[in-house]
């Protein structure tokens, strides 16, 4: 597809599950983006990729978190031993460009994770 | 990277102009001013960005003062689909784009 793709949209998870949520960037976009945004908020930066390289994951909230993009395509959220604190939207960003500039910012429409 | 103050919301009848303020005091000369929105249940959307200069493009107009330190996004003719949250964003070019709280924008009929 033309745009930014993130699966699966919703996901209902049982406390201390493990869950992995999927981002489709744009073909070609260097710059991938993870944002967490949590009900009424503005979204909350997590982590940034240039091709394969995780430059930035001062966001992420715990040691459960971890996020991959081995070929610096198609990126994958983790979060293990899921808490009710992580019920959020995951939304999934990226850009043409890497670097100091990365202009604007391509979303998908995001992940809903419900943790009861 | 500056931080910016936006009202929490604002009101605008369909078919008028939409005028939603966002000040940036603290901005430094080679921060841009971008604005993305958000609609209900989606991602964020870039609408525009600016350096200096006013801007124009298909969805909106950017007026930025002559000291920077405040702007104004224009949507000239809202309709009920522009009824969304509007960030205004300050950014100097690092690849971390940090979002507020934004403008909450109701178009009523």
């Known amino acids: 597809g033309a745009g930014v793709s993130q699966s699966p949209r919703y996901k209902v998870a049982k406390r201390g599950q493990d869950v992995a949520l999927r981002c489709d960037p744009i073909?070609?976009?260097?710059?991938l983006f993870w944002y967490q945004q949590a009900l009424g908020q503005g979204p909350e930066f997590l982590t940034y990729?240039?091709?394969?390289?995780?430059?930035?994951k001062s966001g992420l909230p715990s040691d459960r978190f971890f996020a991959e993009r081995p070929e610096g395509s198609v990126s994958t959220l983790k979060i293990q031993r899921t808490q009710q604190e992580d019920s959020a939207v995951y939304l999934c960003?990226?850009?043409?460009?890497?670097?100091?500039?990365?202009?604007?910012?391509?979303f998908g429409e995001g992940s809903r994770l419900t943790v009861l | 990277d500056a931080k910016t103050t936006q009202p929490t919301s604002m009101d605008c009848a369909e078919g008028r102009a939409a005028n939603l303020p966002c000040n940036h005091s603290?901005?430094?000369?080679?921060?841009?001013v971008y604005w993305y929105r958000q609609i209900h249940s989606q991602g964020p959307q870039y609408i525009i960005h600016?350096?200096?200069n006013n801007e124009t493009n298909e969805m909106a107009s950017l007026i930025i003062t002559e000291d920077r330190k405040s702007s104004t996004l224009i949507l000239p003719h809202a309709t009920l689909r522009d009824t969304a949250v509007y960030y205004c964003?300050?950014?100097?070019?690092?690849?971390?784009?940090?979002f507020g709280a934004g403008t909450r924008l109701f178009v009523k009929a």
């Open positions: 960003a990226s850009t043409k460009r890497g670097g100091a500039n990365t202009g604007e910012l391509f």
């Open positions: 073909s070609g976009h260097v710059s």
């Open positions: 990729f240039q091709n394969e390289a995780q430059l930035d």
């Open positions: 603290t901005i430094s000369g080679n921060e841009y």
């Open positions: 600016g350096l200096k």
């Open positions: 964003i300050v950014q100097s070019g690092g690849f971390k784009t940090i």
